[in-house]
């Protein structure tokens, strides 16, 4: 269960998002570069703070303003896909999936799914665009998030690759069940995945 | 045969210095990379200090500051039994003061540099900010890490102004070389300087290519 009841004021520009569902859903948070939409991804994850919000996961409250309850990012559970995947670079692929988990059936479940099992001793300078986005993430789902943020996860990789991309993310959506939240500036990649587009304008 | 105790003088000052400096500059390091609140600045020019001062000028801060007369100097020398002027206690604390700076810059940059993304990955992932700096940023910043202590190393090594007037120019005792060259001179035995500039030119050229040659990082290669 999800619910995310959030308002910002940032450049004169009014933030707003208000979701409240009962089931996992794909969302996409669509509008123009520079709008503030990775602001909202970032205050969602704790990274930021908001002027007001309430978000509530799978039945917990992480942050509500109005009753000062502000968990702090270690807390939250929240899976967080950076623009740029932010791999670390002094591990390999495996090391950088269990860096916050314990091998498992879970991670090698996640290696095979990913098609990244053959990648596992390489280090992240070596790996393409795609392989580098199928490796963070593995990493995100290691520790079996109740949420997903993706930021912009589309707009880097040439068009073979993201096709695969998208349908990978609907994919990870069907098997996981956990709902997923990306920001995206394109209208196709937003109809074609999200069940649910909230648009910033 | 020459004899080499400036030589061996010199190398214990250095290496206990460079010691000292390494530990102090990653932990004051750690403990000053998250901060920009004015304590912090005020501090951080206080640690800078030395590069911009003449050594000298330190050498006599030093000097009055550890002088027996002085509390701090009555400490070191009645209740840690460590006199510092004009030993090698002096020496070594005259050449942290003026090193630990270089060590302190090149490692507070390293640990500035790092992607806060990154950081910020490894935070939502619910990684103690602990286990993010002995993971991420320490071995990320191995290199400046590493060109630190070599600084701080070479500066201690070159280190004359402040350690003559702290430590002097005791024969055996606190003569580290470049004292040792300087004196040397000064008493028209250039012949027996020469040989400790050769063997100071050829040290540095030794500590330098030993560091880079440790320095590549495997994960640092582009093809």
């Known amino acids: 269960m999800l619910k995310i009841h959030l308002n910002h004021l940032l450049k004169n520009q009014q933030l707003k998002i208000h979701i409240e569902d009962s089931e996992p859903k794909i969302y996409a948070i669509k509008g123009p570069s520079g709008i503030g939409k990775t602001t909202l991804l970032n205050m969602i994850a704790g990274l930021r703070k908001s002027n007001t919000a309430f978000i509530q996961l799978n039945g917990h409250v992480i942050c509500d303003t109005q009753q000062a309850i502000d968990v702090k990012i270690q807390k939250r559970n929240i899976g967080y896909l950076f623009q740029d995947y932010q791999l670390f670079p002094n591990m390999n692929v495996y090391q950088n999936i269990t860096f916050m988990a314990k091998p498992s059936q879970h991670i090698d479940r996640l290696l095979q799914q990913l098609n990244i099992e053959h990648l596992k001793t390489q280090y992240p300078l070596r790996l393409s665009g795609g392989e580098a986005q199928r490796v963070a993430l593995a990493r995100a789902l290691s520790t079996r998030p109740d949420l997903i943020l993706l930021d912009e996860p589309f707009s880097s990789l040439d068009d073979a690759t993201k096709a695969e991309s998208m349908q990978l993310v609907k994919h990870i959506f069907e098997q996981w069940q956990i709902p997923i939240i990306f920001v995206t500036h394109s209208n196709y990649e937003a109809t074609a995945l999200a069940h649910e587009v909230i648009n910033i304008k | 045969m020459q004899d080499m105790t400036p030589f061996w003088i010199s190398l214990k000052v250095a290496l206990i210095s460079t010691i000292i400096v390494t530990f102090m500059g990653i932990l004051i390091s750690k403990w000053l990379y998250k901060r920009h609140g004015i304590i912090a600045r005020i501090l951080e020019s206080v640690i800078v200090l030395p590069i911009v001062l003449p050594p000298t000028v330190m050498g006599f801060i030093l000097l009055i500051v550890f002088s027996p007369q002085s509390y701090v100097g009555a400490f070191f020398k009645d209740i840690l039994n460590m006199p510092v002027v004009f030993t090698l206690t002096g020496a070594v604390i005259a050449s942290v003061i003026v090193s630990f700076p270089l060590m302190y810059q090149h490692t507070v940059q390293g640990f500035r540099n790092i992607d806060h993304k990154m950081l910020n990955t490894a935070r939502t992932m619910g990684a103690s900010e602990n286990k993010i700096f002995f993971k991420l940023i320490f071995p990320l ?70 560091i880079n040659i440790l320095n590549k990082d495997r994960f640092r290669e582009v093809d």
Not at chain 2, 142 to 157: C, E, N, Q, T, V
Not at chain 2, 180 to 209: H, M, P, R, S
């Open chain 2, 141 to 210: 910043s191995k290199r400046p890490i590493l060109s630190g202590i070599m600084m701080s190393f070479a500066r201690a090594i070159g280190e004359f102004g402040a350690t003559l007037m702290v430590a002097g120019y005791i024969p055996n005792k606190t003569n580290t070389l470049p004292l040792e060259i300087y004196f040397l001179v000064e008493q028209g035995k250039e012949n027996q300087a020469w040989l400790w500039v050769i063997v100071l030119v050829a040290f540095a050229i030794t500590v330098i290519g030993t």
